[in-house]
């Protein structure tokens, strides 16, 4: 390994693997990054690089490793208030205990993620996060509670597409018959 690459070097290295499908490597390349940006008192791209190494660590299917890689990452976007990273961190966190069974968790992270996804105004992005949501509700048999999720989503959309249009309104038809 050579020690004069640069944090972005390192970290430009570790998405070339990722995007290879080699995700042991990229998830290694991106750690290696997390610690240059640290090095270099680069907090908030040392928790991005950590989030990007979470999620490497889900697709090779170690998830223990992913949720202790993506720990605390949340609360360094909240100092710096960049509500939509802390969402993403948020729902990396939610998709590692997830990955662990710990769904009754996840779920309280992936509504966490919608929260500060919403406070950054990224209404598509937390429309993905609430149709997890509503699924695991689904899993667990709890109808109601997924068309009320699916309905909040859908309500942060600025510009719906047509189908996210008639969405809704199938939506809004099912809950009130």
Not at 160 to 173: D, E
Request: charged letters at 25%.
């Amino acid at each position: 390994m050579m020690t004069s690459l640069s944090p972005e070097q390192l970290a430009d290295e570790a998405r070339r693997l990722y995007q290879a499908g080699d995700f042991a490597a990229a998830a290694e390349a991106y750690g290696r990054a997390a610690e240059a940006y640290a090095g270099a008192q680069d907090a908030l791209m040392a928790a991005e690089m950590r989030n990007n190494q979470a999620v490497s660590l889900l697709r090779a299917r170690r998830p223990e490793a992913a949720l202790s890689a993506v720990q605390g990452t949340d609360a360094v976007f909240e100092q710096a208030g960049d509500w939509k990273r802390q969402g993403m961190a948020l729902a990396n966190l939610a998709s590692a205990l997830e990955a662990l069974k710990r769904r009754k968790e996840a779920m309280t992270y992936y509504q966490r993620a919608a929260d500060a996804l919403e406070k950054a105004g990224e209404g598509d992005l937390r429309v993905e996060i609430m149709q997890l949501l509503a699924m695991d509700y689904l899993r667990r048999g709890k109808f109601f509670d997924a068309v009320l999720a699916l309905q909040s989503g859908m309500a942060g959309v600025k510009n719906p597409t047509p189908r996210q249009k008639l969405f809704k309104k199938l939506l809004f038809l099912r809950l009130w018959r």
